[in-house]
């Protein structure tokens, strides 16, 4: 293995030990929100712009995953299949179109929002954390503390997403997010926001996970649809947890 791959994958070990380490509280804190939610027949929501959006679609509808995590999919800014894939920079600073994918939405007082921004200074995620919270849902950031403290938010209110957010969830990733350096490369290379964020989803769906067993809940559980068996049993949970899923 080359020096420089070898020192990446050495630098996500650090970070992905830093949040086992340091964000054992608050991921526990977010997952008690999201069981509550559960218990009390709420829905759960997840939303991120652009690479943001790829740790989202990680945990949704997957082999192992917890069912009941629904993707706020916004149009030209979910995924880079857009072109030019600079418009989707573009989009997320868009004030106002965050109101407009949350009054399309299924989300009502009482869910659950997780929104992803790693930077935390763009108008639609602040937007999003802002009207989800007013609509009285409980928001998770997640987000970079070194990143959003280091760059001035690019939303009338000053604000960042995390300012809206009830439970933050930090990726720790520095400013600019790329963790390698080489005198002969003018810039920091290779970012690591879609390692560490993508873990922290995972992880705080384990935690969810295991608060609902600690409540004698059975948590719906996709199998993998290449088990023999798994179509039929995704289907069960499909019938009985129906109203909220949205993403079928």
């Known amino acids: ?14 970070l992905l030990r830093r949040i086992r380490d340091e964000e054992a509280e608050p991921l526990g804190e977010a997952a008690a929100a999201i069981a509550d939610a559960v218990e009390a027949g709420g829905q759960v929501f997840a939303f991120g712009c652009t690479h943001s959006a790829l740790p989202v679609q990680d945990v949704v509808y997957r082999a192992g995953g917890f069912m009941l995590v629904n993707p706020l999919l916004g149009p030209g800014i979910t995924s880079l299949d857009v072109r030019p894939a600079t418009l989707t920079s573009a989009m997320e600073k868009l ?47 997640v987000t ?47 970012p690591a926001s879609g390692v560490t964020s993508t873990a922290l989803l995972q992880a705080l769906v384990a935690a969810t996970i295991g608060e609902l067993v600690d409540r004698d809940m059975t948590p719906p559980v996709f199998l993998a649809a290449n088990v ?16 909220r899923i949205h993403y079928l």
Do not use: W
């Not at 420089?4 to 650090?14: F, H, K």
């Not at 023999?228 to 109203?243: C, H, K, T, V």
């Open 1 to 14: 293995m080359s020096g420089l791959a070898s020192e990446y994958l050495d630098a996500a070990i650090d």
């Open 144 to 190: 970079s503390r070194a990143y959003t403290s280091a760059v001035t938010s690019r939303h009338p209110s000053g604000k960042k997403m995390a300012d809206f957010a009830h439970i933050v969830l930090d990726n720790k990733v520095d400013k600019g997010d790329a963790v390698l350096a080489h005198e002969r490369v003018p810039q920091r290379f290779c």
């Open 228 to 243: 023999d068996g798994g179509a039929e049993y995704n289907a069960q949970l499909f019938a009985e947890y129906g109203d």
């Open 95 to 141: 004030e106002g179109y965050a109101e407009a994918l949350l009054d399309a939405s299924p989300l009502v007082a009482g869910d659950v929002l997780i929104v992803v921004s790693v930077s935390g200074r763009n108008a639609v995620p602040i937007e999003m954390a802002q009207l989800a919270r007013e609509r009285g849902a409980t928001v998770i950031g």
